[in-house]
């Protein structure tokens, strides 16, 4: 046996000795020789990172650039996000919430408020049919059943001076004519929830306010009788005149509003209306 061979036997022994009364597991000398600078110093190195991992497990710091299981582990993390960001690339369909918000996309609160717009949009179909107003409508023409035309001394009468907005032009029927009648031409179906007209001392006496869609079949919507109020001049505050014949509250639907008299106020003489209007809404579809 070598002096070195002797040495090291000699060295195992002791740290035979050393290890049973420690309770530690025998070290190779063979490895500690293979650490040494020119002889597999890597080897080394290797064998003293498994140690460490063993060690300490997870909870160690993997040293920097080092492929250990740990830096495996961030590896995988760097796979997660390459995923989050697919998720954005998808607008949403599969990245964080916080990508969805910066995105816009749609997430569950998103699709959330899309219900709520539908809902929105259900409720303004569901409420198409509005309160009906009540603002002047646009009369298009008037038709009588007959007129006083020019003579000596008198101008003619027409139809059309009843809804002229002049309120010194009348419209007259021919005279002691029953019943006479003037109606007003909308030009399309309407809501009337008002008339108001007024009368010259040719006035009627029994009449009815009536509504049609052809200007045939006629719906009264006011009947009156005995009624003695006219103005034998034109009215100096238009529609604020105390003779204003003012019926509100009508619930007519129709393109024509008819004015009928039946029974005359001055036996010799016609039916005679300085101007008529109507008030309501130009959708006849409206609730009252």
Known sequence: MSQG????????????????????????????????????????????????????????????????????????????VASGDSGDAADGSGGTSSDDASDGETGPSREAGSDADSGTDTGVEAGDTHKCGATVLTAHMAVASSFQPASAGNVALPASYAID???????????????????????????VGEIDFIWQNACGSSYTVDISSDAKAWT??????????????PVTMAWASPEVMRYTGLTGRGRYVRINGTVRCLAAYGYSIWEIRALGD????CKP
């Open 165 to 191: 907005g002049d309120f010194s032009t009348r419209w007259g029927s021919a005279l002691q004519v029953d019943p006479s009648w003037i109606y007003v031409d909308y030009g399309a179906p309407v809501f």
């Open 5 to 80: 061979a002797f040495t090291r036997a000699s060295a195992t022994v002791a740290l035979a000795g050393l290890a049973g009364l420690f309770g530690c597991s025998l070290v190779d000398l063979n490895e500690l020789d293979e650490g040494q600078p020119g002889e597999g110093g890597g080897s080394a190195d290797a064998a003293g990172n498994d140690a460490g991992d063993v060690a300490c497990g997870s909870s160690c710091d993997a040293p920097s650039g080092s492929d250990t299981a740990a830096g495996d582990d961030s590896a995988a993390g760097d796979d997660s």
């Open 282 to 285: 130009t959708d006849s579809t």
């Open 220 to 233: 009264a919507m006011k009947t009156v009788t005995n009624n003695i109020t006219g103005s034998a001049n």
